[in-house]
T-cell receptor, first 118, second 115 residues
Framework: DTAVSQTPKYLVTQMGNDKSIKCEQN?????MYWYKQDSKKFLKIMFS?????LIINETVPNRFSPKSPDKAHLNLHINSLELGDSAVYFC??????WGTGGWDEKLFFGSGTQLSVL | DQQVKQNSPSLSVQEGRISILNCDYT??????FLWYKKYPAEGPTFLIS?????DKNEDGRFTVFLNKSAKHLSLHIVPSQPGDSAVYFC??????????????FGQGTILTVHP
């Protein structure tokens, strides 16, 4: 039973189209994220939601709009796709826990969506 | 401005030997550090973490060392196994202000363990 699942796994589309990527987590976590892995392999945070509320927005173009209908879901909608949007997009969730060194927060990632814009 | 750097893109090790993966950071507001492992076509999976109040954390074959004065951390895998072959990402959490909770990742190191 997958903890963080995102669909689709592969998405090939034309420039200018609008597309959505869906993400669901069954871990009961309060916080969900979207990360982008670019061509240089860096994983960079795009958005973070806590209990359906946006808490981090990393200067992502407003063509990208996350939507969280409930705390188990965080979808990513992208308008007017551009060539530079081609990347792997990862959804993740986390929950803070008190550990021996203070507050621990481990992210659990989905398997990624490979977006190719032609 | 890359605040977390993994300067070795790849590392090759013989099975049974020690693998040492390194990570450097620049932001003194980082308070929590993690290592993730990633196989092809899968998402990163959590491996081990360390709080900034500690200098070592051990979990089985995996040990993470933190040197705050040098802003350096390393992951030791002993003994290395072929199944450890993957990309390893170092990540750091920002404890400062509006960036609280944000994880910054390095670009990864490809570890190959030869039988």
């Amino acid at each position: 039973d997958t903890a963080v699942s995102q669909t689709p796994k592969y998405l090939v589309t034309q420039m200018g189209n609008d597309k959505s990527i869906k993400c669901e987590q069954n871990l009961g976590h309060d916080t969900m994220y979207w990360y982008k892995q670019d061509s240089k392999k860096f994983l960079k945070i795009m958005f973070s939601y806590n209990n359906k509320e946006l808490i981090i927005n990393e200067t992502v173009p407003n063509r990208f709009s996350p939507k969280s209908p409930d705390k188990a879901h965080l979808n990513l909608h992208i308008n007017s796709l551009e060539l530079g949007d081609s990347a792997v997009y990862f959804c993740a969730s986390s929950q803070e826990e008190w550990g021996t060194g203070g507050w621990d927060e481990k992210l659990f990632f989905g398997s990624g969506t490979q977006l190719s814009v032609l | 401005d890359q605040q977390v750097k993994q300067n070795s893109p790849s590392l090759s090790v013989q099975e049974g030997r020690i693998s040492i993966l390194n990570c450097d950071y620049t932001n003194s507001m980082f308070d929590y550090f993690l290592w993730y492992k990633k196989y092809p076509a899968e998402g990163p999976t959590f491996l081990i973490s360390i709080s900034s109040i500690k200098d070592k954390n051990e979990d089985g074959r995996f040990t993470v060392f933190l040197n705050k004065s040098a802003k350096h951390l390393s992951l030791h895998i002993v003994p290395s196994q072929p199944g450890d072959s993957a990309v390893y990402f170092c990540a750091a959490r920002d404890a400062g202000g509006t960036s609280y909770g944000k994880l910054t990742f390095g670009q990864g190191t490809i570890l190959t363990v030869h039988p």
